[in-house]
């Protein structure tokens, strides 16, 4: 599991806020962005390319999961938007 610097989920924090999610629901963004991050470092897609949410989201409806299905409802453009300056590239 790569490690995300601590600047990035500061600033995925501000991006939550912004967003109006309450706090009680940040931890199930996290969880879903850090699942992301560990798909694309497994599957060698860059974490900063729009085009790497597909397979992501493909790989979740595969396994009959999907972020749509987390609660609270999870926007994953929203998860992307909120990390996507901060990613390695």
């Known amino acids: ?25 940040r931890p199930d963004y996290h969880k879903w962005t850090r699942f992301y991050l560990d798909f ?5 897609h860059p974490p900063r390319s729009p085009a790497s949410l597909g397979p992501f989201l493909g790989k979740l409806a595969a396994k009959n999961q999907a972020v749509e299905q987390s609660k609270p409802r999870l926007s994953p453009r929203l998860l992307y ?3 996507e300056g901060h990613l390695p590239k």
């Open 40 to 44: 694309c470092h497994k599957y060698g």
């Open 81 to 83: 938007s909120g990390v």
């Open 1 to 25: 599991m790569e490690q995300v610097a601590r600047e990035t989920w500061v600033a995925f924090e501000r991006r939550l806020e912004r967003a109006g999610v309450p706090a009680p629901q």
